[in-house]
């Protein structure tokens, strides 16, 4: 979904020039980049012709609706802009720090109508997540089950059993406290809340993924649909995971971040947003309930890079494009994003980098100088400790060799989203009453959603090794023993 705040995004960075005549555009993305254009030209008439247009195709986005309130209220027209603003957050605007903002807008302010959606604001907030939990309810199938949190303003609508369901939320509920606690106390997020969207979390049957994948990646996300786990929208509000685990985890983080920088009016650098949200994928709770941060395969990225001196230097890698970030070498920049916020973590500093930098941002929109600041150290110096940390990370085992712990069977490696589905069995292998189609959940009570987890898990484990494997057969969950053996 396109941003609403299209010309205050914009502003900044084009020029008003004398518009040349230039074929009618025909798709809402060119009838929409042809309003803005307008508008910043001075031409405001232009710019509600095609914003109307745009409508004409969209009728249900909200943001042309936005716009038009922005091109009203530069005409003093200030009814008309209120009825456009009003029809917008009917649509699904929900952004009060954008609303309050927005230079464009300002000549409302101090209207009464403005002064009533701004001091109502949080029961516009609810009103809208009923209006969307109605429309989930007849979007999804009847093997949907809904949920609210009223706590971290979520709703759920899932595929999954309740079993599985009420473990997915009880993992984004430890994500959240964890986040709050040791990323973003230091700004007092908890205590805002309230001024919060709400989000939807969609933990979609196979079939309803691929369909969604396909609307939000086209056609090729058939052929490479693995490497789509799932994604966080800010802008719809939504959050779609295609397993219980690591991805739900990551994308559920980045609600939290996304509320941060929001609040704040801010845009995180790309190496932060997915970083922090990449800590959290692998992780080991301890018996009093708190999140342990592990080293994973992309741990294993970073120490080969580190042993092999192609870590590139970290005031390169914290001011890299964002699209340079996400294309070409996508995998390793993961990797090493993550690596280096497990490393300001294990020195209890993440709540002082956040501070620093959210504190700093005007000056140093990337993050590096808050980096060198938190870590008291930059430049060569600065490398040189990362990479010798990096450089003697604990490398994770990434498959099951032979001769190490394995239950005996043969696992579909692709996750079904809740755990891994059983495809076949060792010879002359006890396998617990385990069957063909069985979903193993959890190891010794710990969840094992993919196969690195699995694996992670079985290492820790030594042959001869009784373990409880909890597992769902059709719509019910079950508990067995198995006796680990070596690998073939």
Request: aromatic share 8%.
């Amino acid at each position: 979904m396109r941003r609403p705040a299209a010309f205050l995004l914009l502003i900044l960075g084009l020029i008003a020039v004398p518009l040349q005549a230039q074929p009618e555009p025909t798709t809402p993305e060119a009838i929409q980049e042809a309003a803005i254009e307008a508008f910043l030209a001075g031409d405001l008439d232009a710019a509600e012709r095609h914003l109307r247009h745009q409508l004409e195709l969209e009728p249900d986005n909200f943001v042309p609706h936005y716009n038009l309130a922005c091109v009203h209220a530069g005409r003093d027209d200030l009814d008309r802009a209120a009825d456009e603003l009003e029809r917008a957050i009917e649509l699904g605007f929900i952004d009060i720090v954008q609303l309050t903002r927005d230079p464009h807008l300002a000549p409302l302010h101090s209207t009464p109508r403005y002064e009533r959606i701004v001091k109502n604001w949080d029961k516009i907030l609810d009103a809208r997540a009923g209006a969307s939990l109605d429309a989930a309810k007849d979007r999804f199938g009847p093997e949907y089950t809904f949920h609210s949190d009223e706590l971290l303003r979520l709703t759920y609508a899932s595929a999954y059993t309740d079993v599985s369901t009420a473990e997915a939320q009880e993992e984004i509920t430890r994500v959240f406290a964890w986040a709050y606690a040791r990323v973003f106390s230091s700004v007092h997020e908890a205590m805002l809340a309230r001024q919060d969207a709400w989000v939807m979390v969609i933990l979609p049957t196979q079939g309803d993924f691929l369909a969604w994948a396909v609307r939000t990646y086209g056609r090729s996300a058939r052929q490479n649909l693995t490497a789509i786990g799932g994604h966080y929208s800010h802008d719809a509000k939504e959050l779609w995971a295609a397993d219980l685990g690591a991805t739900l985890r990551h994308e559920a983080f980045h609600i939290l971040h996304w509320r941060s920088s929001t609040r704040l009016g801010q845009m995180h650098a790309v190496w932060m947003q997915e970083g922090l949200a990449s800590l959290v994928e692998s992780i080991d709770v301890t018996d009093d309930g708190e999140i342990k941060i592990m080293p994973c395969w992309r741990t294993n990225q970073v120490k080969f890079l580190a042993r092999a001196g192609r870590l590139p230097s970290l005031e390169a890698f914290c001011t890299m494009p964002r699209e340079r970030f996400t294309s070409g070498r996508a995998l390793a920049n993961y990797a090493q994003a993550r690596a280096l916020f497990m490393w300001i973590n294990e020195q209890d500093k993440l709540d002082d980098f956040y501070k620093a930098y959210v504190e700093g941002y005007r000056d140093d929109p990337m993050g590096y100088k808050a980096l060198c600041t938190t870590l008291g150290m930059e430049g060569r110096e600065l490398d040189l400790a990362f990479r010798a940390w990096a450089r003697e990370l604990p490398s994770v085992p990434e498959e099951v060799r032979p001769g190490t712990p394995s239950l005996g069977i043969d696992i579909e490696a692709m996750s079904t989203g809740e755990g891994l589905e059983v495809i076949g069995f060792a010879p002359r292998r006890s396998a617990g009453g385990l069957r063909m189609g069985d979903v193993i959940t959890h190891l010794d009570g710990k969840p094992v959603r993919d196969y690195y987890e699995l694996v992670r898990r079985l290492a820790a484990c030594a042959n001869n090794q009784s373990v409880d494997v909890r597992y769902r057969r059709g719509r019910e969950h079950h508990t067995t023993t198995i006796i680990l053996s070596p690998a073939g």
